[in-house]
């Protein structure tokens, strides 16, 4: 078999799938105290507005518009490995100068826009070959084991990660916190060294950057295999809507939780703690969840859930505030990480090898690339409006990602369907 394991051989022993596993640990853990400390760099540090700060999350989010589609087809052309090992290294690069920065009291606004949008171009490849790689390094009917296993390491980073990212920013600075990232991305990309899988065959026709099929007809090709799949279209409708919606909130919230309520980062930090437990809970149980429910039934509960969730942000009284967000919190991770495991499982095996990258990326291009308009949105409205208004449009609106996976290809879905064939 091409595998480095055999179909019997347990995930836990599978040790390409334990080093990628560990490196996604790390770097998410890292990743959670800069997603803390960037913004309040932005907020305490460069006392920018509110549309600044709602502006700097879409800037680090317009890659995904940008290169998307390009990194789907350039990653189909290359190992995945050395991929994503040089998004590590870079990203390592581009945060570590935050802190040096700082230290030289030459820290800009435009220095941080040039970092969230280097980083967000890395993460563009980074995401595209971390997705399609793994079905390279587990057994098909292992990818929602894998996934729910990641999904644990993320979700304990992001129980973690806020707390430590309080603590750190309390103790040394916003600024000299963003060091934790840097250094999380280098352990990774060692850790990814380490994976040794014989992925596909590359296609002779796609080697290289040049072939005898131009990029933007491989471009063409992925896109064409979403919007043309059933369940990827309704899929990516519903997860591009939420992530519009839901990056309006996060643009506002971290303003109106330090500027209007008053609270220190360390409250901050608790607050997204507390709530991580519902991420966490959920990739625990995914597996039992989606056999008890069935596979489509998780996908539209499991968005119902989260949307409804971002909806008891915007209702939440100023008494009690913050029991309201650390519940609101931990329903948005739970029910979004029973969807994000389902639909992710879904996709990764009904999807034909030499088209993973270019369906992942395509999939991120459209469901990714709403959210820098969402940052933008939410930035203006705050400003507009009022932060605590717009919070409350972002919940109603978000609940218009619920139809999508209410279509009767998705919901009638009992387990994941056989690899249907492509030309």
């Not at 596909?200 to 295999?225: K, Q, T, V």
């Not at 209702?315 to 919190?329: G, M, S």
């Not at 495991?341 to 879904?346: M, R, T």
């Amino acid at each position: 078999m091409s595998k480095a394991q055999k179909p019997s051989s347990p995930l836990r022993r599978n040790s390409n799938f334990a080093h990628l596993w560990w490196a996604e640990s790390i770097s998410q853990l890292g990743s959670q105290v800069s997603l803390l400390a960037l913004p309040l760099v932005a907020i305490t540090v460069l006392h920018a507005s509110t549309f600044a700060v709602g502006a700097l999350t879409a800037v680090e989010f317009a890659p995904f518009v940008l290169f998307g589609l390009p990194a789907g087809a350039i990653v189909d052309r290359l190992p995945r490995r050395p991929v994503l090992m040089f998004a590590d290294l870079g990203r390592a690069v581009a945060l570590a100068s935050v802190p040096l920065a700082y230290a030289l009291d030459v820290l800009s606004y435009a220095q941080l826009l040039v970092v969230v949008f280097t980083t967000g171009s890395l993460t563009v490849f980074f995401d595209v070959a971390y997705q399609s790689i793994l079905p390279a390094l587990v057994e098909r009917d292992q990818i929602v084991d894998g996934n729910a296993r990641l999904e644990v390491s993320r979700s304990s980073a992001q129980l973690a990660g806020p707390a430590v990212g309080g603590l750190l920013v309390q103790a040394i600075g916003a600024a000299s916190a963003v060091t934790a990232d840097a250094i999380s991305f280098v352990g990774s990309a060692l850790l990814i060294r380490g994976i040794h899988a014989d992925e596909p065959p590359i296609d002779p026709r796609e080697a290289g950057m040049s072939g005898l099929r131009s990029l933007g007809r491989e471009i063409r090709e992925g896109l064409h295999y979403v919007l043309g799949h059933r369940v990827l279209r309704m899929v990516a409708g519903s997860t591009a809507t939420s992530n519009f919606f839901s990056s309006m909130t996060t643009a506002v919230f971290l303003l109106y939780a330090v500027r209007e309520r008053h609270y220190s980062a360390g409250l901050v930090g608790a607050v997204f703690a507390i709530g991580n437990v519902g991420p966490l809970v959920a990739a625990v149980t995914s597996a039992r969840i989606t056999r008890v429910l069935k596979l489509g039934r998780a996908i539209w509960l499991g968005m119902l859930i989260a949307q409804l969730a971002t909806l008891l942000l915007g209702v939440a009284p100023t008494q009690h505030a913050f029991a309201y967000f650390t519940v609101a919190w931990l329903l948005f991770g739970f029910g979004g990480t029973v969807y994000n495991i389902s639909q992710v499982s879904l996709r990764q095996a009904i999807t034909p090898r030499r088209l993973q990258g270019r369906m992942n990326a395509s999939m991120r291009f459209m469901i990714w690339g709403t959210m820098p308009f969402g940052s933008l949105a939410g930035g203006a409205l705050g400003t507009w409006i009022g932060l605590r208004p717009t919070l409350l449009v972002a919940g109603i609106g978000g609940m218009a990602a619920v139809p999508w996976v209410l279509a009767r290809s998705v919901r009638e879905l009992r387990e994941i369907p056989e690899l249907e064939p492509i030309d």
